[in-house]
């Protein structure tokens, strides 16, 4: 199972510096060794076979097994080394940790044994040209492991698959990260990802004897950073189930716990015996740590660089529905989708329009008066139309046998009457909140601004008298007091 977060676009202002350092060096370090690396294995295999210590060995394993039964069942015929079972047993025998441990140690063929002379200078000749292999001297060996090779080995790979399949997650992955919290803090958690996911490695198979190579285990620790750091962000994911593929949108924190599964099922039941998945899972777990201490602790925040979901387009299917109703005769159908486009967006010109003209045939229902209400206030509050806001005013008026509209939005009606030239009418609403709505949140302010209006239109008269209304009505006000220092001024 192949699980891969998509990333947003690059450009050049915005490059992931450390993450290209990164995969050049890799690439660098990688093709400048390869050769060599070969050529030192090459030598020591031909050397294995030269001097008869892979037909030693082999019979050694034999009566190490004892009995043959389980897997060591192959082990049985395996006497001619150009036999397939021969073949088979020599697999198994460098496959078997615990084999290989003691053999090492001298205790499978031990001093005082008739072919133990021999063996052990042919094994030492052996193990001083694998040696000489870059992933020997630079690799983690668990049994022995060094300071530096708890970094070194990240840089290091053993085919040029590893190698490609590596770098195409961390560009995937290191890219976002980067980018999204820093190069000096990815650069930091790159490295100490890598080192716990070595640690965890060291801590499970601490007696085995062959280097741990690959930068997967790092990566895996950028994959549970990137999981907690972008968290409830939906990001876009590849995922491929072998014989299927696609792209879905998911919560980022989602990711850790698949991958965390996904490498322990692998580890409990892949075939691949080679691949580290305990590295892998020690990197996801302190990477998933890291970026909670980053966040939580540090209080460090996280740009956005990934790419969004599209908005899903929910008001053109409930538009569509509603004008299907209608050409059905479905009055009821499109009065809920026209009112489902309302929720999603209130200042649907459109669905408040449609919603109106339904409700206006039957001005003697009590639904007509609530209708009204709510399309006027998502004309002047959402929809940004004033006009049809009035229209539609001086038509519930003229059909409506009584006006029913609360205060507030009478105080709404006031301040597009004024900006629409029907300044009588805005000064009618005013005056009646002031007698009916006096504890109204804005009416002394409305008020003012109508009384400015009307200075600016040379109405001093009707200024002075607007603001004599809010000294009256509102004597406490802060807006009372502004009154009183606009007229000492104005005298």
């Given at each position: ?51 008869g210590l892979y037909i030693t060995e082999v019979a050694a394993y034999r009566d190490y097994l004892g009995a043959f039964d389980g897997a060591g069942a192959v082990c049985e ?209 302190s990477g998933g740590l890291g970026a909670l201490f980053l966040t939580r602790v540090l209080g460090q925040g996280v740009r956005e660089v990934l790419q969004t979901p599209p ?181």
């Amino acid at each position: 199972m192949l699980i891969v977060p998509l990333t947003g676009k690059l450009h050049l202002k915005n490059l992931p510096v450390i993450t290209l350092a990164l995969i050049l060096l890799n690439c660098a370090i990688f093709f400048s060794t390869n050769d060599a690396e070969n050529e030192a294995f090459s030598q020591a295999m031909d050397y294995y076979e030269e001097s008869g210590l892979y037909i030693t060995e082999v019979a050694a394993y034999r009566d190490y097994l004892g009995a043959f039964d389980g897997a060591g069942a192959v082990c049985e015929d395996a006497v001619d080394p150009e036999t397939r079972a021969f073949s088979e047993c020599y697999r198994l025998m460098v496959a078997d940790e615990g084999f290989q441990r003691e053999l090492k140690a001298d205790r499978v063929l031990s001093p005082g044994m008739d072919a133990y002379t021999q063996w052990r200078l042919d094994r030492d000749i052996f193990e001083s040209d694998l040696n000489k292999m870059m992933s020997r001297r630079w690799g983690l060996i668990p049994a022995r492991p060094k300071a530096v090779s708890f970094l070194s080995y990240m840089f290091l790979h053993g085919s040029l698959s590893h190698l490609v399949g590596n770098m195409i997650f961390l560009w995937l992955v290191g890219c976002a990260l980067e980018l999204g919290i820093g190069r000096l803090a990815y650069g930091i958690g790159y490295g100490l990802t890598g080192i716990c996911a070595a640690l965890l490695y060291i801590g499970v198979y601490s007696t085995s004897g062959s280097p741990l190579v690959g930068a997967s285990g790092a990566i895996a620790g950028l994959m549970g950073a990137f999981s907690l750091l972008f968290g409830r962000r939906k990001i876009r994911v590849f995922y491929s189930l072998g014989f299927y593929f696609n792209t879905v949108w998911v919560h980022a924190w989602l990711l850790l716990p698949v991958w965390v599964a996904s490498e322990v099922a692998q580890l409990v039941w892949g075939e691949a015996a080679h691949v580290a998945y305990m590295a892998h899972i020690g990197g996801l777990l302190s990477g998933g740590l890291g970026a909670l201490f980053l966040t939580r602790v540090l209080g460090q925040g996280v740009r956005e660089v990934l790419q969004t979901p599209p908005e899903e387009d929910r008001i053109t299917p409930l538009m569509d529905e509603a004008l299907e109703c209608m050409t059905r005769l479905d009055v009821g159908g499109a009065k809920k989708a026209w009112e489902a486009v309302l929720r999603e967006e209130p200042g649907h010109a459109s669905a408040l329009k449609q919603l109106y003209a339904l409700a206006r045939n039957t001005p003697q229902d009590p639904a007509y008066h609530q209708v009204t209400v709510q399309v006027l206030t998502g004309l002047i509050h959402h929809g940004g139309d004033p006009e049809t806001a009035l229209t539609t005013y001086d038509d519930y008026v003229s059909r409506a046998q009584q006006v029913k509209l609360p205060p507030s939005l009478y105080l709404d009606l006031a301040g597009v009457f004024r900006t629409r030239g029907r300044e009588s009418e805005s000064e009618r609403f005013l005056l009646m909140l002031t007698q009916k709505a006096p504890h109204l949140k804005g009416l002394p302010d409305a008020l003012i601004r109508h009384a400015s209006h009307c200075r600016r239109k040379g109405r001093e008269a009707d200024w002075r008298r607007i603001l004599g209304v809010v000294q009256a009505s509102f004597p406490d006000s802060p807006e009372a007091d502004l009154v009183q220092r606009t007229l000492r001024d104005a005298r």
